[in-house]
């Protein structure tokens, strides 16, 4: 079964407020996790990457946060855009694994005007 | 600096026939990686290759496909007499020695009819 989910299939957001998806992992050798955006017709976008020896990390409107203690990754955009919406993965990586990637099903984030 | 590319974008086959799905990676990354994606799901690891050299196959399906990273040229992933079950999106990505952050193509979408 998948190692990787999600919480919530889709999210509905007001243009201008801050979204957060979630996303839980069960294996907790995993070391490495990552973030991708994927626009209709597209192929994933990298967002932004975590390791595990962090809890926290920022980018350019996003923060990506790891809890560990409940296997729990969350994506945080700020100022929500249209541009943002799209599907969200969340991917991890597991030691001694030829670095494939495990990705959670997705959860679509759409931004109302 | 041009990103993994993918051809074809769309490909459309009869039952029985073969595909062929090519990718050339960034400039300077030496591991490739093709994914699969089914609708409304997450991508799923099939492959994963050096040069000359095939490094995690444990994704791939046992019989009709292979693939293949030769010295000189793109990554070919071939799907012998094609079923319907096979139409899906591929998607391929690459990585540089050393890292493990995966960037992906555009895909190429399999439709089989």
């Known amino acids: 079964g998948e190692s990787v989910g999600l919480h919530l299939p889709t999210l509905s957001v007001q243009e201008g407020d801050n979204s957060i998806i979630n996303c839980a992992y069960s294996?907790?050798?995993?070391?490495?996790f990552i973030w991708y955006k994927q626009e209709s017709g597209k192929g994933p976008q990298f967002i932004i990457d975590?390791?595990?020896?962090?809890d926290k990390r920022q980018g350019q409107r996003v923060t990506v946060l790891l809890n560990k203690t409940v296997k729990h990754l969350s994506l945080q955009i700020a100022a929500t855009q249209p541009g943002d919406s799209a599907v969200y993965f969340c991917?991890?990586?597991?030691?001694?694994?030829?670095?494939?990637?495990?990705f959670g099903k997705g959860i679509t984030l759409s931004v109302r005007p | 600096n041009a990103g993994v590319m993918q051809n074809p974008r769309h490909l459309v086959r009869r039952r029985g026939q073969e595909a062929r799905l090519r990718c050339s990676p960034m400039?300077?990354?030496?591991?490739v990686y093709w994914y699969r994606q089914l609708p409304e799901e997450g991508l799923k690891f099939m492959v994963y290759?050096?040069?000359?050299?095939?490094?995690?196959e444990s994704g791939m399906p046992k019989e009709r496909f292979s693939a293949e990273f030769p010295k000189e040229g793109p990554s070919i992933l071939r799907i012998q007499q094609v079923v319907r079950g096979d139409s899906a999106a591929y998607f391929c990505?690459?990585?540089?020695?050393?890292?493990?952050?995966?960037?992906f193509g555009p895909g190429t979408r399999l439709l089989v009819l």
């Open positions: 990505a690459s990585s540089p020695p050393g890292r493990e952050t995966q960037y």
């Open positions: 294996n907790s050798a995993s070391d490495y």
């Open positions: 975590i390791r595990s020896n962090m």
């Open positions: 991917a991890e990586n597991i030691p001694g694994a030829n670095s494939k990637l495990t």
């Open positions: 400039k300077g990354h030496s591991h």
């Open positions: 290759l050096q040069k000359e050299n095939i490094i995690d």
